[in-house]
């Protein structure tokens, strides 16, 4: 879970969104929150219409990946947030 969430970040900071979850060692968890650019709320809309589920949280989305999620889950969250413009 670590190391999918630690692709997800990874990808986040590449497109120059901002990781708003504790990400040091110790503090790091398998829920990861991130500010979208523009309208978190049609962000949340866009993830969710092209099958990717989030939640939002306080103006930022959050991912919450678990045991049975994989690579591939990481790639098609990319392809749908890159389709948005975030």
Do not use: K, M
């Not at 866009?46 to 939640?55: C, M, N, P």
């Not at 939002?56 to 678990?66: A, D, E, K, V």
């Amino acid at each position: 879970i670590l190391a999918l969430t630690g692709a997800f970040a990874g990808g986040l900071r590449e497109r120059r969104l901002e990781v708003v979850s504790p990400w040091e060692a110790g503090e790091r968890s398998g829920i990861l929150a991130f500010r979208p650019s523009g309208e978190p709320e049609a962000c949340f809309r866009h993830l969710l219409a092209r099958g990717v589920i989030v939640s939002l949280r306080r103006g930022c989305i959050r991912l919450s990946p678990h045991f049975y999620n994989d690579e591939s889950d990481v790639e098609a969250f990319f392809r749908a947030l890159d389709a948005f413009g975030a």
